[in-house]
C-alpha cells in the first residue's frame, strides 16, 4: 500500500510537474538520471514500445550512498530466443509500414529495451516509455520533443510486467504482453490497461491438472519460481488438483538469484521425495538451474510436467533428464518470411545496436573491434560470418509459439491506433492520439492474421488454446517437440482436452508411468485414510460381512440387500442360496426311506393281524383298537414326508396340524387299550360290573374325544395364527433357511403339550398295569413304548430348539419317526413274532394255560 502511495507521487512528478517546471523556465527541466538507451529503436509516426527479457541478470553493484549509482546495466549470458523475440516485433512494423491495407501512408517506429528480467529495470524502462523523452537523440532538453511511446509490448516475465503495468495503468497507457502469464494480469482493478495475447495460467493450471487426473497421477510433486509468474500460477494449478482429488507431497519454492543453499534444498526434496511425477511451474532460467542441480547427483527417473515458459524452450532440449516430458504449450504457427528476415542481417545493421553487437560477437566468437575499438581477445569478425550457418534458438523457427505471441501483439496494437487515424484508408499521422483511446480500441480489436484470430475478452484476454508437447528422442538421438493433444477452454466442460498422438514417457516406452502414494484399493475393499498423511495416502481395508464395493478406490462400502450376499471377492451380491430339507439331499433321501419303511412295516402288520384275526392273540389284544393304532400309526409314518420338500403355505399348515392328531389318535389308541386291560382285570373281581362303561362303544368315544381335543386345538390354531413359510436370516447370515414359522407358538406348544400328556397318562397307567399276566398283559410292551416316546419328545425339546437351519426339521422328522419306530416295535413286533414263528403258542390252551399258572 505505501509502495503504491509513493510510486504513483514519483509518476505524477516525473510526468506532470516537470512539464510544467519546463514552461516557467525550460533550463530546470534536465534528466538528473542516466536515460537507458534502446537496445533497438526506429522513428516514426507513432512509436510502438517494447521490453524483452533478454538477459537475465543485473550487474552487481556495490552501494556506499556516497556518490552516484552507477547507471543499471544487464549482464549474464544472453537469451538467443528472446532476441528473437525483440526481432518478430522489428519485423511486424516492417510489414506493416510495407501494407497497403494497414495504416497506409503511417510510418510506425519502435523503441526495444533490454528489462534484465528484473523489476528495477522494468520500472525505468516503463518510466522512460511513458513520460515522452526523446532519447533516441540523447536530448537534454526532451520537453520540447515528446515522443511517448502509443503501446507497449511486454514484458516476457509476470513479475516485471506486473510492475510495468502499475505505472502505465496510472495514467491509461495500454501495455500488451505476449509471455506474462500470471492470473493475477486479468485483474482489471488493478490492471486497467494490461492485455495479452498468450492465455492466463488460470486456463493452464486447469488444463495441467486435467492432464495429471487423466493420467491417474494422484501423488505428485510440486515446484515453482518464487515470483508472481510461479506463485500465482501454482496456487492456481494446487486449488485445480485440490478439485480433481490430486495429493501433493511437496511445493517448494526458490528463485535463481537466491542463495545456493535453497537451491539445493529444494534438489535434495526432489531427490529424496517418492513422487514420481513432477510438476514444475518454472521460468526457463530458474528451471535451468535446477537440472543443472538435479543432474549432479541425478534422482530416479522423473516424469517432468511442464508449464508453457520452459517445456517449449529449445535451449532446454540439452537435458536428457528430461526426455518424455510433458506440458502445455502455445500453438506452433508459420509466419510467412520471418527466417528471411533474421537471416537476412548485414554487419552494417548490427553496428547500429548494441544488442545486435553483443549477439553477433557472442555467436561467432569474434569481436567488431575495428569499428568498436572492443578489446575483447577474441578475433577479428571478417565478414564471412552467415547466420545461415548458425544452430541456436535465433535461427530455429521451427517452433514459433511465444514470436506469434509478438507478432500478433503488433498487429492487434497497429489495428488499434488505425482505429483511431484511419478512416475509408486515408489516415492522418497528425491526430494526437490519447493512450486511453489505445486501450479502448484494443478491447474491440478482432481480425485474423495468418489464420491466428486475435481479440480479447473483458479481462484482456484471449482464448485458452494449447498444444500437448511431448519430449521424445527420435532415432538420430536427437530431442524434439512432438504435439499429441489440444487443450481448447472454448469448448464445453469435459471436452477440452483430447489426445491424438502417443506419448513417449520418461523411460522411453509408451506405458503410462505411475506416481500414487498408495496402490489403488481393488473392489471388495474401501480406502480408509493414514492418519496425519494426505488423502491419497490410505490403506485398503476388506469390506465387512455383508458389504460390497464395486469401484476401485471406493471410500465405502455398500451392504447388500438382506436377501443377497457377497461374493467371495466381495465385489458383487449374489442371491443367498435357500436352503431347506429337499428330495434331493441324502438327509432328505434317508428319512423319506424311513418314513416310507415305517408305513410299510405298519401296513404288514395290519395285513398279519388281519389275516390272523380270528388268532386268540389277536382277539385278545382288542383287534380293533389294534387296526385302528397301525393306522394312525401308518398316518405318523407317512405325516413326516410333509416336512420334506419347499415350504408352502399349504405344506406348513398340514405338517404341524397332521403330525399333531395322527400321533393323538396314536396315543389314545394306546391309552384305550391300556384302560381295556386295566378295566379288564378289574371285571374278574366279584361284583364288578367295570366292563359294561368301558365296552367297545365307550373305547371308541374315548378315542375320537381325545381326538376331537386335538383338532380343536389345531382349527383354533390355523384360526387365529396359522404356521407360514418364512426366510429365515438370522442364524446364518450368508443363507436363507426356508422354513415354516409357528405363527403363533402357543398353539404349536399346545398341540405338543396335549400329546405329552397323553403320553405320560398312558405312561402312568400302563405302569400300573405292569404286574398283570404276561400273555394277556400288553402294559408292560406299552409301557416300555411310552417311556421311549417320553424319552424322543422330551430330548427333543432342547434338540428343536437349539437345531439350526433345516436340521429343525429333521429333528422334527427324527423324532416322529423314533417315536413311531418305538410304539410298532414295543407293542406290535412281540405278537407278529409269535403269529408269524411260534404259531404254536398262539393258541387258547397255551394262553389260557399261561394265565392260570400265573393265577396259581
Keep these: 500500500m505505501h509502495f503504491n502511495f509513493i510510486l504513483t507521487l514519483t509518476i505524477l512528478y516525473i510526468t506532470r510537474l516537470c512539464p510544467a517546471l519546463c514552461e516557467v523556465n525550460p533550463v530546470t527541466c534536465a534528466l538528473r538520471g542516466d536515460p537507458q538507451p534502446p537496445g533497438l529503436f526506429k522513428d516514426g509516426d507513432f512509436i510502438i514500445g517494447g521490453a524483452f527479457t533478454i538477459h537475465y541478470y543485473l550487474k552487481a553493484e556495490n552501494r556506499t550512498y556516497t556518490r552516484r549509482p552507477e547507471p543499471l546495466e544487464c549482464s549474464g549470458s544472453m537469451d538467443t530466443r528472446e532476441m528473437r523475440f525483440a526481432r518478430a516485433l522489428q519485423f511486424a512494423i516492417e510489414e506493416i509500414n510495407n501494407s497497403s491495407d494497414l495504416l497506409p501512408g503511417i510510418t510506425l517506429g519502435y523503441q526495444i529495451y533490454d528489462s534484465c528480467a528484473s523489476v528495477p529495470m522494468a520500472i525505468k524502462v516503463a518510466f522512460q516509455l511513458t513520460n515522452g523523452f526523446d532519447l533516441v537523440y540523447n536530448d537534454t532538453d526532451s520537453c520540447a520533443k515528446s515522443a511517448a511511446s502509443a503501446a507497449v509490448i511486454g514484458e516476457s516475465g509476470s513479475t516485471p510486467s506486473i510492475s510495468m503495468s502499475r505505472i502505465f495503468g496510472r495514467f491509461g497507457y495500454p501495455q500488451v504482453s505476449h509471455y506474462a502469464t500470471c492470473a493475477c494480469l486479468s485483474d482489471k482493478r488493478e490492471y486497467p490497461t494490461f492485455f495479452r495475447t498468450i492465455p492466463s495460467d488460470h486456463h493452464q493450471a486447469a488444463a495441467l491438472a486435467r492432464m495429471v487426473k487423466h493420467f491417474g497421477w494422484m501423488w505428485i510433486g510440486a515446484v515453482r519460481s518464487d515470483s508472481d509468474y510461479g506463485n500465482n500460477g501454482m496456487a492456481s494449478f494446487l486449488k485445480a488438483a485440490e478439485e480433481e482429488g490430486i495429493c501433493v507431497e511437496y511445493s517448494e519454492a526458490f528463485y535463481r538469484t537466491q542463495p545456493r543453499t535453497k537451491l539445493k534444498r529444494v534438489a535434495d526434496v526432489i531427490r529424496s521425495s517418492t513422487a514420481r511425477v513432477i510438476v514444475a511451474f518454472l521460468a526457463s532460467g530458474d528451471m535451468k538451474i535446477l537440472l543443472e542441480e538435479l543432474s549432479q547427483e541425478p534422482p530416479p527417473p522423473l516424469q517432468w510436467i511442464g508449464s508453457e515458459t520452459w517445456v517449449t524452450d529449445p535451449g532446454m532440449l540439452r537435458f536428457n533428464m528430461c526426455i518424455g516430458a510433458v506440458g502445455f504449450g502455445i500453438q506452433r504457427s508459420v509466419i510467412p518470411g520471418f527466417r528471411d528476415f533474421l537471416l537476412d542481417l548485414s554487419s552494417e545493421e548490427v553496428l547500429k545496436s548494441p544488442l545486435l553487437i553483443e549477439f553477433w560477437e557472442s555467436s561467432f566468437s569474434c569481436t567488431l573491434k575495428k569499428q568498436t575499438g572492443s578489446s575483447s581477445g577474441l578475433p577479428a569478425c571478417d565478414g564471412t560470418q552467415d547466420l545461415r550457418a548458425l544452430e541456436n534458438p535465433y535461427t530455429d523457427t521451427s517452433q514459433l509459439r511465444i514470436t506469434n505471441m509478438v507478432y500478433k501483439a503488433t498487429y492487434a496494437i497497429a489495428h488499434a491506433i488505425h482505429a483511431i487515424v484511419c478512416k475509408d484508408m486515408q489516415c492522418d499521422k497528425k491526430i494526437k492520439i490519447k493512450p486511453s483511446q489505445i486501450s479502448e480500441q484494443l478491447r474491440r480489436v478482432n481480425f485474423t492474421k495468418n489464420d491466428y484470430p486475435v481479440s480479447f475478452d473483458t479481462n484482456g484476454d484471449p482464448i485458452a488454446t494449447y498444444e500437448l508437447v511431448n519430449w521424445q528422442r527420435q532415432k538420430d538421438g536427437a530431442i524434439v517437440f512432438v504435439t499429441v493433444g489440444h487443450y481448447d477452454a472454448s469448448q464445453p466442460k469435459g471436452q477440452e482436452f483430447s489426445l491424438n498422438g ?13 506416481s500414487v502414494c498408495s496402490e489403488s484399493c481393488p473392489p471388495g475393499s474401501r480406502k480408509a485414510v493414514q492418519k496425519g498423511r494426505p488423502v491419497c495416502c490410505y490403506d485398503c481395508i476388506p469390506c465387512a460381512d455383508g458389504e460390497i464395493s464395486n469401484e476401485t478406490d471406493s471410500l465405502g462400502c455398500h451392504t447388500c440387500h438382506p436377501e443377497y450376499w457377497p461374493n467371495k471377492e466381495k465385489n458383487k451380491c449374489h442371491p443367498k442360496p435357500v436352503e431347506f430339507l429337499s428330495w434331493n439331499e441324502i438327509l ?115 378315542v375320537l374325544g381325545f381326538t376331537f381335543v386335538q383338532v380343536l386345538i389345531c382349527v383354533l390354531w390355523l384360526t387365529i395364527s396359522p404356521p407360514f413359510p418364512f426366510n429365515n436370516m438370522r442364524h446364518y447370515k450368508e443363507k436363507i433357511i426356508l422354513e415354516c414359522s409357528l405363527g403363533s407358538a402357543v398353539g404349536f406348544w399346545a398341540v405338543l403339550g396335549y400329546i405329552g400328556l397323553l403320553a405320560f397318562l398312558c405312561f402312568v397307567l400302563a405302569f400300573l398295569a405292569r404286574k398283570l399276566p404276561d400273555n394277556f398283559n400288553e402294559a408292560k410292551f406299552i409301557t416300555f413304548s411310552m417311556l421311549i416316546f417320553c424319552a424322543v419328545w422330551v430330548t427333543f425339546v432342547p434338540a428343536y430348539v437349539s437345531s439350526p437351519g433345516k436340521f429343525t426339521v429333521a429333528v422334527e422328522i427324527f423324532a416322529i419317526l423314533a417315536s413311531s419306530f418305538g410304539l410298532i416295535i414295543c407293542i406290535f413286533a412281540p405278537k407278529c413274532f409269535i403269529i408269524v414263528f411260534r404259531p404254536e403258542q398262539n393258541t387258547k390252551k397255551h394262553f389260557m394255560g399261561k394265565v392260570q399258572s400265573k393265577a396259581l
Design 588 to 702: 432328505g433321501i434317508v428319512l423319506a426311506a424311513f418314513s416310507v419303511a415305517g408305513s410299510l412295516v405298519a401296513l404288514s402288520m395290519a395285513l398279519v393281524f388281519y389275516k390272523n384275526r380270528a388268532s386268540p392273540i389277536v382277539k385278545a389284544n382288542n383287534s380293533e383298537l389294534s387296526f385302528l393304532l397301525l393306522f394312525s400309526l401308518t398316518l405318523c409314518f407317512l405325516c413326516s414326508l410333509t416336512f420334506i420338500g419347499r415350504p408352502t403355505e399349504w405344506s406348513c399348515m398340514l405338517r404341524h396340524t397332521a403330525f399333531g392328531i395322527t400321533f393323538v389318535l396314536c396315543i389314545s389308541c394306546v391309552l384305550g387299550k391300556t384302560l381295556v386291560v386295566l378295566m379288564a382285570f378289574k371285571a374278574t373281581l366279584p361284583g364288578s360290573n367295570v366292563m359294561k362303561w368301558f365296552g367297545p362303544p365307550q373305547q371308541r368315544l374315548s
Design 502 to 514: 502417443a506419448i513417449i514417457w520418461n523411460d522411453g516406452i509408451e506405458k503410462v508411468p505411475v
